[in-house]
Structures are given as structure tokens and as C-alpha cells.
């Protein structure tokens, strides 16, 4: 019994392990992903940031952080946002 006991101990100790593992996996997912556009054109004198979505993310975006720190996400291949890029970019220079 004191057999029995102690292997159904280390069986569940080495569930444990395995869970946590797949746990942890989930740490890698994107903490940011844009899953629809914001419609309407933001005027570029009240964004003062942007930041690409990751690669693992199932849509490309560009969030868009403005003055009051409201964080949009926008299509990349938009014009206007890649106009709004460049003059973040140069800005920051």
C-alpha cells in the first residue's frame, strides 16, 4: 500500500511538471494583435507612438498610441498610415 501510494505520488508530480510546461508555452502568445481596423483617419499631430503587431499574430497591424494614450489599431497598407509612420519615424530623429 505504501508502494502504491508513493508511485501514484511521483505520477502526479510529474503531471504537474507537464502542465506547467504547457502553461508556460502560452507565454509566448502575442500580447497584442489587431483583429479589425479602426475605420476613420487619425490626424497625425495626436499620435505620438506606433508599434507593429507581432509576427504570430493572424493579421498584420500598426497600433497607433495617441496623446491621450488610447492605442488604435490600423491597417499597415493604408497611405495615410504609412505617411503617419515616416513622420513618427523622422520626428523621433
Do not use: H
Not at 502526479?12 to 511538471?17: K, S, T
Not at 507537464?18 to 508555452?25: E, H, I, P, T, Y
Not at 488610447?70 to 513618427?88: F, Q, Y
Amino acid at each position: 500500500m505504501r508502494q502504491y501510494c508513493l508511485c501514484l505520488f511521483i505520477g502526479l508530480l510529474a503531471v504537474a511538471f507537464l502542465q506547467s510546461g504547457v502553461l508556460a508555452n502560452n507565454a509566448n502568445s502575442p500580447d497584442e494583435c489587431c483583429f479589425k481596423y479602426y475605420a476613420r483617419k487619425i490626424p497625425i499631430a495626436k499620435i505620438t507612438s506606433y508599434m507593429e503587431t507581432r509576427m504570430d499574430c493572424a493579421k498584420a497591424g500598426i497600433i497607433l498610441v495617441t496623446q491621450k494614450s488610447l492605442r488604435i489599431c490600423v491597417n499597415p497598407e493604408l497611405s495615410w498610415v504609412k505617411s503617419a509612420i515616416k513622420m513618427i519615424d523622422d520626428r523621433d530623429f
